[in-house]
DNA sequence: CCGACGTCCTGCTAGC
DNA sequence: TGCTAGCAGGACGTCG
C-alpha cells in the first residue's frame, strides 16, 4: 500500500527514464478507475513530451511540455512502472503510454483500481486541486500549525493523523509506526495530548518518514517501485503487521485495535492509553487549550 | 463545523 | 477439500 516514501520511490525510479521522453501512443482498459478517464485526454496527451516527474503528497505529478500535468494516485495497490514493451502485459494494467526512443511503455497497473490517472490543465489548476487535498508534507511540519490541528481535535490521535490535511502522505503504516517511536496510544484523543508529545510525534513523523525513503519504502503485498525493485522498510516495522509479536523495546506483545475503521498496531507498555501521571483533562475553552498545546517542550523520539 | 461511518474493489486467507 | 466470510485501506460521500 504506497504512502508517501513509496510514492517517492517511484517518482525518484522513474525521473532518469522518463523525463524527457515523447508519448507516442496511448492504449486504455476497459475497467474504469477511480476518476474514469477522459476520452479527449488521449489526442492531448499524443505527441507532448515529459519534462519532469514529482511528488505531493501521495500524489505523483508527471509535467508535459505543453504545460499540461499528468496526475496519478496508486491507492491501494496501483503500480507505476517503464517497461519494455515486449514485456507481457499483466493482468490489470489500465493504462500504456508507449514512449519514444527506446521501445518502451510507462504502464498504470492497479489491482483493486483505488487508484486514478488523469490528466490537469496547468499548474494552476493542479494546485487548486491539490490546495483542497493535502496539507504540509511530513517533513515541513509546522510545529504550531500541528500542535492546534492536534490539540482542538476531539477524535483519535490515529485518525488525525491519517487525514491528508493534517500531515500529507502519511498513511496506515507510517501512522502507527510514528505513534509507536512518539510512545502515544492510536486511541488517545486529540486534545488530551501535552505539548511535548505532540512534538514528539512530529518529529517521529518526519524520521519515521525519512528512515523509510532511505529504504525504498516497504512492500507488504503489491508495492513496487518504479522499476520493479521491492522495498526494504518492513523488515524494520517496530508494531505495523506485528500483532501478538514481541515488542522491540520492552518484549510484551504488539496490540491492535481498530481506529477510524483502520487497523492499528500499538504496544501497550510503550504506548500507555493513560500516560504515567494521568492529569486532570479539564473542559477548557480550545482557544486555551491550543494556547497550552503552543506550549512546546523540545521531546526526544524513540529511535 | 465536526466526527463517524459506509463505499468502492479484488485477492488472499482463516475457519468451518 | 471446498466454500464463504472477513480483511486489507486511500479518498470521498453521506449522515447525524
Request: charged share 25%; proline share 6%; glycine share 8%.
Amino acid at each position: 500500500m504506497p504512502e508517501l516514501p513509496e510514492v517517492e520511490t517511484v517518482v525518484r525510479d522513474l525521473r532518469p527514464v522518463l523525463v524527457n521522453r515523447r508519448i507516442v501512443a496511448i492504449s486504455v482498459g476497459p475497467q474504469l478507475l477511480r476518476r474514469p478517464w477522459q476520452p479527449e485526454w488521449e489526442a492531448k496527451l499524443l505527441g507532448d513530451r515529459v519534462t519532469a516527474i514529482r511528488r505531493r503528497a501521495k500524489w505523483i505529478i508527471v509535467d508535459l511540455e505543453s504545460a499540461r500535468r499528468l496526475l496519478v494516485h496508486l491507492g491501494m495497490t496501483g503500480q507505476l512502472t517503464v517497461t519494455s514493451a515486449g514485456c507481457p502485459v499483466l493482468a490489470h494494467t489500465h493504462v500504456i503510454f508507449d514512449l519514444d526512443g527506446r521501445a518502451e511503455q510507462l504502464r498504470f497497473r492497479d489491482v483493486r483500481r483505488f487508484g486514478s490517472v488523469e490528466l490537469i490543465g496547468d499548474e494552476t489548476a493542479l494546485q487548486a486541486f491539490l490546495a483542497e487535498r493535502v496539507g504540509p508534507e511530513p517533513e515541513s511540519l509546522d510545529p504550531q500549525g500541528f500542535a492546534l490541528a492536534i490539540c482542538r481535535s476531539e477524535r483519535p490521535v490515529k485518525a488525525i493523523l491519517l487525514d491528508q490535511h493534517v500531515a500529507a502522505g502519511v498513511g496506515n503504516i507510517y501512522a502507527d509506526e510514528a505513534l509507536y517511536h512518539a510512545g502515544v496510544h492510536p486511541q488517545r484523543r486529540g486534545r488530551t495530548l501535552t505539548g511535548e508529545e505532540v512534538e514528539r510525534l512530529r518529529l517521529a513523523i518526519a524520521t519515521v518518514i525519512r528512515q523509510a525513503i532511505d529504504n525504498r519504502g516497504s512492500t507488504i503485498r503489491d508495492y513496487i517501485g518504479g522499476s520493479g525493485l521491492r522495498g526494504q522498510f518492513q523488515n524494520q516495522f517496530y508494531v505495523y503487521g506485528r500483532t501478538d509479536q514481541a515488542c522491540r523495546r520492552c518484549g510484551s506483545p504488539i496490540s491492535s485495535v481498530r481506529v477510524g475503521g483502520r487497523a492499528s498496531h500499538f504496544c501497550p507498555l510503550c504506548q500507555p492509553v493513560h500516560p504515567r501521571r494521568k492529569q486532570r483533562q479539564r473542559k477548557v475553552p480550545s482557544t486555551t487549550r491550543a494556547d497550552l498545546c503552543s506550549d512546546l517542550s523540545q521531546g526526544s523520539t524513540r529511535f
